[in-house]
């Protein structure tokens, strides 16, 4: 991490965030969770088409890790009136590439429960 910088890590997640808030939230059906101004690259979100917990198995089929749950935030999720969402987080290691895979993977879940 010393050697990267951390200024360089944070300009890196900060351009993974706002290309995930430019391609992730044009999945039909999909609502971002948590969308404040100064956030860590971390997309929480729901899709109407099916629950997270089968989201999260179809895009671990497809090759992309995600997490779903409640994720210790209950007041959170029941804020939000959500019983779970999916969530993909994003760090220095990632890339656009793997934000569009997630995308894709998102528009084959809606295909299966659509």
């Known amino acids: 991490l010393a050697g990267v910088g951390m ?8 351009e993974l965030l706002a290309y995930g808030n430019e391609v992730i939230p ?3 059906g999909l609502k971002l969770i948590g969308t404040a101004k100064h956030k860590a690259a971390v997309f929480a979100f729901t899709l109407e088409s099916a629950h997270p917990h089968d989201i999260s198995q ?5 090759g992309v890790a995600v997490r ?37 993977a998102l528009h084959s879940v809606n295909r299966i429960f659509g």
């Open 26 to 28: 044009a999945v039909p």
């Open 58 to 62: 179809i895009l671990n089929d497809e």
């Open 68 to 104: 779903a749950g409640h994720h210790c935030t209950q007041p959170i999720m029941e804020h939000f009136g959500v019983p779970a969402t999916t969530r993909a987080s994003m760090a220095l290691y990632n890339t656009r590439e793997e934000i569009d895979r997630l995308v894709a």
């Open 7 to 14: 200024e360089s890590i944070r300009a890196w997640e900060e």
